[in-house]
C-alpha cells in the first residue's frame, strides 16, 4: 500500500511539474535593486555624489523603506538636503518578490496554454496519460515541447495503452524524427553584482576609508559599463584623497565629465572672506556648470556655465591654501563665491579651476 501511495505521489508531482507555467525570462524582466536606506545614508555622508545625482538614483531605482519621522532625522542629520527627502519619499518600492502563483486550469478541455520546459520522456508521457490528462493536451504539449526518444512498435503499444489517440503518435513520430542532437548544456558563470550594486559597495568602502577595495569595485564597474558616468566620479574621489594619485584623479574626473556626469573635490567654502570661518563640503564640476554642497547639508551652491564670468585661483583671500573664486552674475552685481581645495595644494586648486574652464 504504500508503495503505491509513493508511486502515486510521484505521478502527480511529475504532472504538476510538466503543466506548472514557467515565469518567461524571469531574470531579464528583474528591475533594479531598490536603495537601502543604509546605502544612501552612506552615500549622503560620503558626500561624493551631488544631490541632483542622489535624486536621479532613487527616482531610477527606489528605495526599499518607507520614510518616517525618525528616517527623517537620521538623514538631516546626515546631511541630506529637502528636495532629496522628498524624493525618498515618494519613491518607496518593495522588494522584488517571488513570481506569483498563477491560476492554471488543467481540465481536459480547451485550455492549451503550454508553459515551455524541456521535452518529455516517455514516461512522461505515458504518466500524463495515466493521471487523466486528456491525449489532445498530450498532443499540444508534445508540439511545443518535442520528445526525447524515438517511437519504436512498443513504445507505440505502451502509449496507446495509456491512452493515447493516433494524432498523438502521430505529433510524437514526427518531433522524434525532428529532434537535434544532444548537445551539452552551457556552463554559465554564477551572476555578480551589477554595477549599481558596484557602486553601492564601493561608496561603503570609501566611507571606511578602505580606499584600494573601493578602486577595484569601481574598476570591476567601469568595466562592466564603461559609458556610465558614477564609477568615474568615485574614482576620482578615491585617487585624489586615498592614494594622492592626482593624474590618474584627473583622467577619471575627465572621464566622468565627458560622460554626462560630475568631477567631485572636497573644499573649504569661505565665510567672512578670509577663510576664518568656513565650513567644508564638496564642489562638483560638469559641462552644465557647478555645483557645492556642504556637508551639513546648510549651505549649497550652484550656477550654470553661462552665469559664470571667472574661475580663477586668488591672489590674496585665502592664498596660503591656494584659494580659488567663482565670480557669477552680471559684472553690475557680480558676486565671488570663495574655495579652497581639501588637500590646499595648488595642483588641486589648478585642476579644478582647468576643469571649469575647459567645460565652459
Known sequence: MARRITQALQSACLVI???????????????????????LLEAI???????????????????????????????????????????????????????????????????????????????????????????????????????????TPQVTTRIKSAGGSSALIGVIAEKSMSRPEPSRPAIRPPAGPDYDELVDQATSALGARNWAYGISLLQRGIQLNPGRPTAYSLLEYAELYGNRNIMTASSAARAAIDRGGRAVFRVYHDHDGNFNSFCTGSFFVSKQGVTFKADNGAHTFEASSLDIKEAKLNGFVGIKYNAFHVKVGDPSRSKNYNFAPATTSKEEANLIVGLMAGYR
Open 45 to 151: 555622508r560620503l558626500n561624493g555624489l551631488s544631490t541632483g545625482e542622489l535624486i536621479e538614483r532613487v527616482q531610477e531605482r527606489g528605495v526599499n523603506f518607507q520614510m518616517n519621522d525618525e528616517d527623517v532625522r537620521d538623514f538631516q542629520q546626515a546631511g541630506a538636503r529637502p528636495e532629496l527627502i522628498e524624493s525618498v519619499k515618494s519613491n518607496y518600492r518593495a522588494e522584488a518578490a517571488g513570481p506569483a502563483a498563477t491560476s492554471n486550469n488543467r481540465s481536459n478541455t480547451g485550455n492549451f496554454n503550454v508553459p515551455a520546459g524541456a521535452p518529455l520522456s516517455q514516461n512522461e508521457v505515458v504518466t500524463l496519460l495515466q493521471s487523466g490528462v486528456s491525449s489532445a493536451r498530450v498532443e499540444k504539449i508534445v508540439e511545443v515541447r518535442g520528445v526525447d526518444f524515438t517511437l
Open 17 to 39: 511539474a510538466i503543466l506548472a507555467p514557467v515565469p518567461a525570462a524571469a531574470s531579464a524582466l528583474q528591475t533594479k535593486k531598490p536603495i537601502s536606506k543604509k546605502g
